[in-house]
T-cell receptor, first 111, second 112 residues
Framework: EAEVAQSPRYKITEKSQAVAFWCDPI?????LYWYRQILGQGPELLVQ????????DSQLPKDRFSAERLKGVDSTLKIQPAELGDSAMYLC?????????FGPGTRLTVT | DAKTTQPPSMDCAEGRAANLPCNHS???????VYWYRQIHSQGPQYIIH???NNETNEMASLIITEDRKSSTLILPHATLRDTAVYYC?????????????FGTGTKLQVIP
């Protein structure tokens, strides 16, 4: 069964450092999502792509976060510089229709 | 803000049916009800979705009220592996853009 791949699974970084996460969606899924999930809360949408275009990045802190999906396939989410409050699980999901399929996530700890 | 309301937590005895309610009183005519679950430290997993008819798959059943303002996810024979946070969301199925908002979900604890 096809799955969404994410790497790394865990990342520890010091504040003010740069960090990047990678996501490979299920083949053929045009829509890709990045979510941030703080412990005890539901996932919060950061950015949504349709193919290579951003359709919603209203919740993305653009002063430090950036996301790209250059060829409309895999995607990278970057944080620079990282802050203590960025510690969270970063989830990637993809969809063809309405149901989203999530990857395992990247657990980020900023020290 | 989330367009759905769910109880924060529920318990269910192992082997019994788990019935998880969701209120979506402002649902639009073209919006579907989707259910996901998230087992600790994993990504959410799609379970089932429906528009107005009851739906069943190998994981669960979805009962949607006639006025579509609420629904219930049923796990017919809960096991310990069903302990998770369950999220109910509403969205259109295809076409156009719609922001998906997850609330805080229902934390289901299956008790031996």
């Amino acid at each position: 069964e096809a799955e969404v791949a994410q790497s790394p699974r865990y990342k520890i970084t010091e504040k003010s450092q740069a960090v990047a996460f990678w996501c490979d969606p299920i083949s053929g899924h045009a829509t890709l999502y990045w979510y941030r999930q703080i412990l005890g809360q539901g996932p919060e949408l950061l950015v949504q792509f349709q193919d290579e275009s951003v359709v919603d990045d209203s919740q993305l802190p653009k002063d430090r976060f950036s996301a790209e999906r250059l060829k409309g396939v895999d995607s990278t989410l970057k944080i620079q510089p990282a802050e203590l409050g960025d510690s969270a699980m970063y989830l990637c999901a993809s969809s063809l229709g309405g149901e989203q399929y999530f990857g395992p996530g990247t657990r980020l700890t900023v020290t | 803000d989330a367009k759905t309301t769910q109880p924060p937590s529920m318990d269910c005895a192992e082997g019994r049916a788990a019935n998880l309610p969701c209120n979506h009183s402002t649902i639009s005519g073209n919006e579907y009800v989707y259910w996901y679950r998230q087992i600790h430290s994993q990504g959410p997993q799609y379970i089932i979705h429906g528009l107005k008819n009851n739906e069943t798959n190998e994981m669960a059943s979805l009962i949607i009220t006639e006025d579509r303002k609420s629904s219930t996810l049923i796990l017919p024979h809960a096991t310990l592996r069903d302990t998770a946070v369950y999220y109910c969301i509403v969205r259109v199925a295809t076409g156009g853009y719609q922001k998906v908002t997850f609330g805080t979900g229902t934390k289901l604890q299956v008790i031996p």
